[in-house]
């Protein structure tokens, strides 16, 4: 339920921004609009991955740990990981448009991007951005980073469960129910390295690039949430079957 707002509400904030841009030619953006959108965006981008990571440990939990799941995944469990996932992400991200907003900006104030993101923000400044740099960079590793790893953890302790299984159909059907959250957390982690890396390269690599992904990396992995969870519930896929009969 969570994924489905995080994703819902960042990936509609941004498309209907470009929208506007298209559509009205909507280019201006107030400055604490701007900041208010670079909070926003930076926030609900590693809530995102705390999701998946609650997500792997509600799979772990599961299959490694069958008996006891309804004792730890409970109600209160639930509150308390939500309640975690919006004060961890919010005090983490908090800084990124407070160091942007204490900048001086005396030059151009049009921005290389389609969205006021962090460092395309900064650029504009006339002074030092090497703790904008500094800091984005740490955080994104820090938050982004320790939930892929605890991630990856989870799963090598499902797939040594799933291994130790005697029944192959058994083990079949415990993987299955990881496919779904798979394809997501591929989807969502690739697109995010290859736009740090492509970041990274500079100039060897045109301006045109990074903004295709970032807006790509916004849109798609929330366009494939509903598609991917959507066809492995058998009432949503019974249904699509029914209406694409009836509509024949």
């Known amino acids: 339920m969570w994924i489905l707002f995080r ?17 009205f030619n909507m280019k201006p953006i107030s400055f604490a609009g701007c900041f208010l959108q670079m909070f926003v965006m930076n926030t609900f981008l590693p809530m995102e991955s705390s999701t ?12 490694c740990h069958p008996l006891r799941y309804p004792s730890i995944i409970t109600d209160q469990f639930v509150i308390n990981a939500a309640i975690f996932i919006v004060l961890r992400n919010l005090l983490a991200t908090l800084p990124t448009p407070v160091l942007a ?36 960079f740490v955080s994104v590793w820090c938050l ?9 953890l989870s799963y090598c302790f499902i797939l040594r469960a799933v291994t130790r299984l005697q029944s192959g159909g058994a083990a079949t059907k415990a993987l299955s129910t990881c496919g779904s959250h798979l394809i997501l957390i591929l989807f969502f982690y690739t697109l995010l390295l290859v736009f740090i890396f492509t ?13 295709l992904l970032n807006v790509l990396h916004h849109l798609i992995p929330p366009a494939l949430n509903p598609i991917v969870y959507g066809v492995r519930t058998q009432e949503i896929k019974y249904g699509i079957i029914k209406l694409l009969k009836y509509q024949k």
């Open 199 to 211: 970041n990274k390269a500079g100039k060897k690599v045109p301006s045109e690039v990074p903004i």
């Open 52 to 63: 998946f990571l609650v997500m792997a440990y509600d799979r772990y939990v599961a299959i």
């Open 144 to 152: 982004l980073g320790s939930d892929l790893v605890l991630i990856l």
């Open 7 to 23: 994703q819902g509400f960042g990936a509609s904030s941004l498309s209907i921004w470009v929208l506007l841009i298209f559509w």
């Open 101 to 136: 907003a204490r900048l001086d900006y005396c030059a151009n104030n049009v921005v290389e991007n389609c969205i006021c993101a962090n460092i395309s923000v900064a650029k504009l400044s006339c002074g030092d951005i090497r703790l904008n740099k500094l800091y984005q």
